[in-house]
Each structure stands twice: as structure tokens, then as C-alpha cells.
């Protein structure tokens, strides 16, 4: 199965400053269909993850623009431009070129 | 706007099934992909399967000889089984829809212990 990592296990950011997630996975995500299938997800605390970013980096209905995706091949980053106190939680990626589908461990987000 | 709500009960014995329920309201049941996802207590995120109303179904190896999702379209509804559980199977589990690549929506989740 495909491996995600992501760095770092956790980042603590003051309200208004950038924040960055990276997520490397154990072999390539793109799909031979030249999709690469890449989603990024967020679980506030309490709540089931909502879908943020899905392929690498479109935005899901809603989602601020703020967030952003991006990356390639093994490698994929998502950004918050300027983070902000509702964006307190965990972040995951997940990979869904290969079943089974796998998910990154998560980056704790919180606010200084 | 598709809403998911499980059902079924909170606690498991050990060597019993877990059998639970989502019920898809606001949306038909033939709009997506239908899937199943836990977390145990503290951890992290951890795909069981999925389902299509076709019936068509895939599910993690890690799992697949326990693991059973049917769907219901006459109820708008799909089903987790999950047999010979034991306290590793504690979890608060997930029903969520989607392209199968990606989960766009998704359950409150429901958590479900097994201890005799």
C-alpha cells in the first residue's frame, strides 16, 4: 500500500501568518488517466474532516481561498496564505491513485 | 444538500459484528460513491471500503476477509459489517460520499466500543 507522510506532526501560527503542510507519499499519485489523486482534508476538533482541497489543488465548494494545493509526483503541499483562528485542527492528506485508499497522519494545526 | 447520519449500536462484544447504517437524506443514493472510514480513539484516519448503488464494492485488505458494505436504494441507505471484532475495532466510524477519490461529504460519525 502507499505510504503518506506528513511534516510537520504539528505547527502552531499566529493569526494572519502563512502556515505550510507538506505530504510525501511512498510512490507516484498520478493516475494514468493524468489525474493526480491528492486530497487534503481538515477535522476541526470534534467534528467529522471536511473535504478542502481534492486532484492536487481544486478548491472544494466553500473553501476559502486561502487555501491552497499544490505538488506533483510524491510530493504535495498545502498552504493557508493567512491563517486564521477557525482553522484550528488536524490536516490530512490522502492518496486515492492505489486501494487501498491511505491517508497521511495528520498535522495539528493551532493558534499562538 | 446531501446530508449522512449513522446508525446502530454503541457497544460491540468482543468476537460479535458491528453492523451499522448511513442514511443518505437530501440527495439519491445513485449521485456518488459510498464509504466507510474510522478513527480510533486519538488517531488517524483509516479507509474500510466502498460501495456503489450498483452494489459494486472495494475494501481495504487489511480488513476485506471481515468487512462487508452493501447498499439499499429503496432506503437511501448503506451498511458497514464487520465481523469477529475485538477492542482494535474501537472506533468512531464514518459513513461519507463522494467520487471515490475524494470525500466531499461526509456523517457525524458514531462511535462504537468493544468490550464485553
Known amino acids: 500500500e502507499i505510504v503518506m507522510t506528513q511534516t510537520p506532526l504539528s505547527l502552531s501560527v499566529t493569526p494572519g501568518q502563512p502556515a505550510s503542510i507538506s505530504c510525501k507519499s511512498s510512490?507516484?499519485?498520478?493516475?494514468?488517466?493524468?489525474?493526480?489523486?491528492l486530497s487534503w482534508y481538515l477535522q476541526k476538533p470534534g467534528q467529522p474532516p471536511q473535504l478542502l482541497i481534492y486532484?492536487?489543488?481544486d478548491r472544494f465548494s466553500g473553501v476559502p481561498d486561502r487555501f491552497s494545493g499544490s505538488g506533483s509526483g510524491t510530493d504535495f503541499t498545502l498552504k493557508i496564505s493567512r491563517v486564521e483562528a477557525e482553522d484550528v485542527g488536524v490536516y490530512y492528506c490522502?492518496?486515492?491513485?492505489?486501494?487501498?485508499?491511505?491517508f497521511g497522519g495528520g498535522t495539528r494545526v493551532e493558534i499562538k | 444538500q446531501v446530508q449522512l447520519q449513522e446508525s446502530g449500536p454503541g457497544l460491540v462484544k468482543p468476537s460479535e459484528t458491528l453492523s451499522l447504517a448511513c442514511t443518505v437524506s437530501?440527495?439519491?443514493?445513485?449521485?456518488?460513491?459510498w464509504s466507510w472510514i474510522r478513527q480510533p480513539p486519538g488517531k488517524g484516519l483509516e479507509w474500510i471500503g466502498y460501495?456503489?448503488?450498483?452494489?459494486?464494492?472495494n475494501y481495504n485488505p487489511s480488513l476485506k476477509s471481515r468487512v462487508s458494505i452493501s447498499v439499499d436504494t429503496s432506503k437511501n441507505q448503506f451498511s458497514l459489517k464487520l465481523t469477529s471484532v475485538t477492542a482494535a475495532d474501537t472506533a468512531v466510524y464514518y459513513c461519507?460520499?463522494?467520487?471515490?477519490?475524494?470525500?466531499?461529504?461526509w456523517g457525524q460519525g458514531t462511535l462504537v466500543t468493544v468490550s464485553s
Open positions: 490522502m492518496q486515492s491513485v492505489q486501494l487501498p485508499l491511505t
Open positions: 461519507a460520499g463522494g467520487a471515490y477519490d475524494f470525500w466531499s461529504v
Open positions: 486532484e492536487v489543488s
Open positions: 510512490q507516484s499519485l498520478l493516475h494514468s488517466d493524468g489525474k493526480t489523486s
Open positions: 460501495v456503489y448503488y450498483s452494489g459494486s464494492t
Open positions: 437530501g440527495g439519491s443514493i445513485r449521485s456518488y460513491y
